[in-house]
């Protein structure tokens, strides 16, 4: 296919074409340029076509005639029109994309070379959302305000929520993250969960199709302390001023300066998937991380009526499944754990599960030699535990231009050429520190989340008949002592960022980024975080349940209470249930609402009315004393378990709910 070029006025080394569509509208004919010898000009000439041609000379003609006015100006001792700089980008990832975007809006020339736009990476064929926090989003804003707001426009608010730590097994949170607090005091937009695809549309659609060249993949390059040269895996050469190594984890500039290494396995695989899916506390909860023992598991809100997840499994990389065996095994994997991981991976297709092996690499304290650096993963790869990964390449690629025109004013100040090897230095050095304590921060997040032990026996094979004892671990208690000291720290110094010190951007928080103001009353109290569910309650038959056999839906109307018995009583001012069982008594139990929670009220029966909790503690009700039950709690009319249910809270869909099929057609369950 015929390539469309440009002359260049600076460097007349760079040839640019577009060879592939990509995810959004792309001309043949986008802006390049050129780099070849006489010989090679003049075999390109015979290969051009007429309109091509014609378009050559016109952009010749405009260059010629912008020479001649910079040759008056000179006249008049007016200092000659400074170069530009043209910076080579080796991948159009999201840091590649972004350092373009900044780069481009400072004024330099820029190629970003990508192999593939439209490539699955990462989280598979789904290219699965990606969590953009205070400081990435922050960042963004000083880059280019217009393209922030695109980008949270489109993303899903999660900073407005609760967020944090829980129990696997129970479901109880142990730590609440305050995600919010940190942005609006330091005036930074609140932490968003995006498409990965989206995310790269809009960043490539900013930086422009005249500059991406899409299916060229950089293999090599060489720095001849002037320009630096990159070859493309076809063959092709290319020159530019620098080289920013922004290629991924397994980055071919990297391997290039600084010989191969290999990245380090996490020791953990990762399962991940996105179901059509509502949870019970949507308004209230953005994500959760389930923590367990060598496992755990993170779901998050993503807008759109679907959650994300991720199940984390500590074994050797490499494993696999027979066909259509990822979420049996994971059924079996996570056999026991609380409702709100069951139910989500219950409600995810099998096609919609996908595995991948988790590495990162090493910091180094070394990122770049004379006109090459890196950025982004290729450099400090992380893991995903504390959704930093992306925003530490946003970060980057701001920092990495703002000292290149550092350097360039100093330059068109001094007269002098602009020194970009210094200036790649002081990028790098202003990014080392924080990169490596935030990674550090990411290997941490990972051992504290699958060395989580609930209480004394847990993993210790013998001894774990110990667990049935119900003592809390050591660790358990001082783990939580330690994060509620240190995450308040953490989660301002990381989400901060440097929003304070950020050129172009004001103080400032969106009027949209508003969080309710039950929030700090939620982040204190898990009573008060219970009662704001805005959601039905279920009673669904269990066990070796025989005589009850429907699911009871529960109204919150506090005016009219359930009465449970053996036979119907219609002349009680409410909802009257029979449940034929020997151990039901006539009038058993009533079930009532008041204040957000729900009651259940043994009336002195025979067998006595039983409750189950979440931690597998089961106690029987005290007669005519109401006593409060909870999502995934079971309750037992009797002792003999022929009517026990288990207690749900749910959303339906709006466009499907009627009072036929309230008791029958629920949709999603937490």
């Not at 479901?171 to 968003?192: C, I, Q, S």
């Not at 991720?310 to 490499?318: I, K, L, Q, R, S």
């Not at 709100?340 to 219950?346: F, K, P, S, W, Y």
């Not at 893991?383 to 992306?390: A, D, F, K, V």
Request: net charge neutral.
């Amino acid at each position: 296919m015929a390539s469309s070029v440009l002359y260049n006025p600076i460097n007349p080394s760079i040839a640019v074409s577009s060879r592939t569509p990509f995810p959004f509208p792309v001309s043949k004919d986008y802006a390049a340029e050129s780099c070849r010898s006489p010989a090679q000009k003049s075999l390109f000439s015979r290969n051009l076509d007429h309109g091509l041609s014609k378009k050559l000379s016109r952009v010749k003609a405009s260059v010629a005639e912008a020479q001649r006015v910079e040759a008056s100006e000179s006249d008049g001792n007016s200092r000659p029109q400074e170069k530009k700089v043209r910076i080579l980008v080796a991948g159009g990832g999201i840091g590649g994309l972004v350092v373009a975007l900044a780069a481009k809006k400072k004024g330099f020339d820029v190629v970003v070379f990508e192999r593939d736009l439209s490539a699955i990476r990462g989280e598979g064929q789904y290219r699965g959302p990606i969590q953009i926090q205070s400081n990435a989003l922050a960042a963004l804003e000083a880059i280019d305000m217009g393209v922030a707001e695109e980008i949270m426009d489109a993303g899903c608010i999660t900073g407005d929520r609760i967020n944090g730590l829980v129990d696997g097994v129970s479901g109880n949170w142990y730590v609440k993250f305050d995600t919010f607090t940190p942005a609006a005091e330091k005036g930074l937009p609140v932490t968003r969960v995006i498409s990965r695809m989206t995310l790269q549309q809009i960043l490539a659609e900013a930086v422009g199709s005249d500059i991406i060249m899409n299916e060229s993949n950089v293999v090599d390059f060489n720095d001849d302390g002037e320009k630096v040269t990159v070859k493309l895996e076809d063959g092709q050469s290319f020159e530019g001023d620098l080289l920013v190594g922004a290629d991924g984890i397994r980055s071919k500039v990297r391997k290039n300066l600084f010989g191969p290494s290999e990245a380090v396995y996490s020791g953990y695989t990762c399962y991940t998937g996105i179901a059509d899916f509502v949870p019970a506390d949507i308004e209230t909860v953005g994500y959760r991380v389930f923590l367990g023992h060598k496992q755990y598991f993170v779901s998050s809100d993503v807008g759109g009526g679907k959650m994300q997840w991720y199940a984390f499994y500590n074994e050797a990389p490499g494993g696999t499944e027979p066909p259509r065996g990822k979420k049996e095994r994971l059924l079996k994997l996570f056999e026991g754990w609380c409702d709100n991981v069951i139910d989500l991976l219950l409600a995810t297709d099998e096609d919609a599960v996908l595995r991948r092996d988790i590495y990162d690499r090493s910091p180094i304290f070394t990122w770049g030699k004379g006109r090459v650096t890196l950025l982004g993963d290729s450099v400090h790869a992380m893991q995903p535990n504390l959704g930093q990964g992306g925003c530490m390449a946003i970060e980057d690629g701001y920092q990495l231009a703002l000292e290149l025109d550092k350097a360039r004013r100093q330059s068109i100040e001094s007269g002098s050429a602009i020194d970009i090897i210094s200036s790649l230095r002081r990028y790098e050095n202003a990014r080392k520190l924080r990169v490596a304590i935030i990674h550090g921060l990411a290997r941490m997040a990972a051992i504290m989340a699958s060395t989580y032990k609930a209480y004394l026996g847990v993993g210790l094979g013998p001894l774990s008949f110990l667990t049935k004892y119900r003592i809390p671990h050591p660790g358990r208690v001082g783990g939580r002592v330690f994060i509620d000291v240190a995450m308040p720290l953490m989660l301002s110094w990381v989400l901060g960022g440097n929003g304070s010190n950020l050129e172009g951007r004001a103080l400032q928080c969106r009027l949209s980024d508003k969080a309710s103001d039950h929030l700090r009353k939620w982040f204190n109290d898990d009573d008060a975080l219970e009662r704001a569910l805005d959601a039905d309650w279920f009673l669904f038959p269990v066990g070796d349940s025989t005589a009850a056999s429907e699911t009871i839906f529960l109204s919150r109307d506090e005016k009219s209470p359930y009465v449970i018995g053996s036979v119907s009583h219609a002349n009680f001012p409410g909802v009257s249930i029979a449940i034929p069982s020997p151990q039901v008594s006539k009038m058993h139990a009533r079930i009532s609402y008041k204040d957000g929670a729900f009651f259940v009220t043994d009336l002195r029966s025979e067998h006595g009315t039983w409750i189950s909790d979440n931690e597998g503690r089961r106690y029987r009700a005290s007669p005519n004393l109401p006593t409060r039950f909870h999502p995934t709690d079971m309750i037992e009319f009797g002792s003999d378990k022929k009517a026990a249910f288990r207690v749900k809270a749910m959303k339906y869909a709006a466009e499907t709910r009627t009072p036929e099929n309230d008791e029958n057609e629920v949709l999603q369950a937490v």
